[in-house]
Nanobody, 126 residues
Framework: EVQLQASGGGLVQPGGSLRLSCAAS????????IGWFRQAPGKEREGVSC????????YYADSVKGRFTISRDNAKNTLYLQMNSLKPEDTAVYYC???????????????????WGTGTLVTVSS
């Protein structure tokens, strides 16, 4: 059974940093494209970042480019999202997911995924 468990959210001041983790079980991370989505109150779900499993290329939404870094540790079967220079508009529930269309070369990250993990709340506020 595919399972994804996200953690690492919390309250942080603007300009601060957080690192989200997503522990995967039931499959290995490089079996599928994998990534992070977020959903803020009253807003639609947004694809934040993903890794293409074929070539390891990465996609970032324009809103987070240069501030967030996605990575994976295959030995731990864990996906990470390092978030720096956080802004109030980054406040959202963050979800990890796998098996979505992720084509960084075309700047495409589909909003649908086959497997979804639990969410973790990130609140950026002073």
């Amino acid at each position: 059974e595919v399972q994804l468990q996200a953690s690492g959210g919390g309250l942080v001041q603007p300009g601060g940093s957080l690192r989200l983790s997503c522990a995967a079980s039931g499959f290995t991370l490089d079996d599928y494209n994998i990534g992070w989505f977020r959903q803020a109150p009253g807003k639609e779900r947004e694809g934040v970042s993903c890794i293409n499993n074929s070539d390891g290329s990465t996609y970032y939404a324009d809103s987070v480019k240069g501030r967030f870094t996605i990575s994976r540790d295959n030995a731990k079967n864990t996906l990470y999202l390092q978030m720096n220079s956080l802004k109030p508009e980054d406040t959202a529930v963050y979800y990890c997911a796998s098996d979505m269309i992720c084509l960084p070369g075309l700047r495409i990250m589909d909003n649908r995924a086959e497997y979804w993990g639990t969410g973790t709340l990130v609140t950026v506020s002073s």
